[in-house]
């Protein structure tokens, strides 16, 4: 062979070598991360996801990818923004901020995982078939909030026993609000407890619930479980400490700095766990193979200090069984 042409075989098989590389490295699976609020409020849960995926192996940027899309308190965006990661062919969708993000990913494919966050119960919401098996193409975490809105109602009824109308905040949006209602009137009427429901789904309409709230002499409140008050948190602070109302609230991670009483979940578990779930459908695990996870503890959190400055006194049976006492 010419030396002319021995330089060129080498030289083109060298050329060859970068290309003939890239092909043989895995492409990196990308995560679509659905969520019906916004980033900044959610970014703590954002990074307990991210845990979740490297307890499975999993590192953004190293070994996966992760396209966010937020509706930013906009629930009807919901359907847009799941098409759309559908539509980039994405391996898996994260769908967080409660049941509308899990149905919009579900009416937007019947074949790529999806794994959801919901506070309803994921069967009557249509999420999936059964719990134990869901056999479809979702799995996720439930909180089942409806349940604890009576318990919530007995602790701030402890805390403030002689009030003759306590209110409930509520999302008319979430299709989670009408079972958390339900539950609660039903152990109002146990009480003889009066009830005054507000609905708020903007900034605006919260501001008029917290006029009513004084117009109507409400003596505390109840904070329904949802995403966009989780997003709300600072204004909903304001508010109550404006109007100095008692109020209990949903989780340690969606209640606002002064509220009185928090009782429910923890937020980062089901984030955390999310991730997990993500991890392991991204190694060849089934959604339908998964059991739908709830929590198996609720947090009970009383803010002493707040209580105390609303001029308050705590009964010690409520303090007795608090798992936190901020004071």
């Known amino acids: 062979m010419r030396r002319r042409e021995f330089l060129g075989a080498v030289g083109g098989t060298a050329a060859a070598w970068p290309l003939a590389a890239l092909a043989q490295q895995p492409a990196v699976p990308v995560i679509g991360f659905l969520n019906s609020t916004s980033p900044g409020p959610f970014a703590h849960l954002v990074a307990a996801f991210r845990q979740g995926l490297y307890a499975t192996g999993y590192t953004e940027g190293q070994n996966v990818a992760i396209e966010f899309r937020w509706a930013e308190g906009h629930y009807e ?8 990661l559908v ?30 966050i919901s506070g309803s119960d994921p069967v009557n919401a249509g999420l999936v078939s059964r719990l134990d098996r869901p056999e479809g ?21 402890e805390l403030v026993p ?17 079972a958390q209602l339900r539950e609660l009137q039903a152990a109002a009427r146990q009480t ?11 900034d605006s309409e919260i501001d008029a619930a917290f006029e009513t709230l004084i117009q109507r002499s409400v003596g505390a409140l109840i904070i329904a479980g949802d995403p966009f ?7 909903l602070n304001a508010l109550m400490t404006r109007y100095a109302i008692p109020t209990v609230s949903f989780s340690r991670e969606g209640a606002a700095p002064n509220t009185a009483i928090t009782y429910g979940p923890r937020l980062t578990d089901a984030y955390r766990q999310t991730g997990v779930y993500v991890g392991r459908i991204l190694k060849g695990a089934k ?23 609303l001029g308050l006194v705590v009964p010690p049976s409520l303090l007795l069984r608090a798992d936190e006492v901020i004071e």
């Open 77 to 84: 965006r919901l359907p847009t923004l799941a098409t759309d």
């Open 87 to 116: 539509r980039r062919r994405v391996a898996v969708i994260a769908a967080t901020g409660g049941p509308r993000s899990g149905l919009a990913a579900k009416a937007a494919t019947s074949s790529i995982p999806i794994v959801f």
């Open 137 to 157: 193409n979702a799995t996720g975490v439930t909180f089942f909030a409806d349940i604890l809105m009576a318990k919530r109602l007995e602790l701030l009824r």
């Open 162 to 178: 002689n009030t003759k109308i306590i209110a409930v905040l509520v999302n008319p949006s979430n299709v989670d609000s009408p």
């Open 192 to 202: 003889s407890q009066r009830l005054l429901i507000l609905n708020a789904g903007s």
């Open 229 to 235: 008050f989780v997003s709300r948190r600072n204004r």
């Open 287 to 309: 959604p339908g193979d998964l059991p739908v996870q709830r929590p198996t503890r609720f947090e009970l959190i009383v803010n002493l200090k707040t209580i105390k400055a």
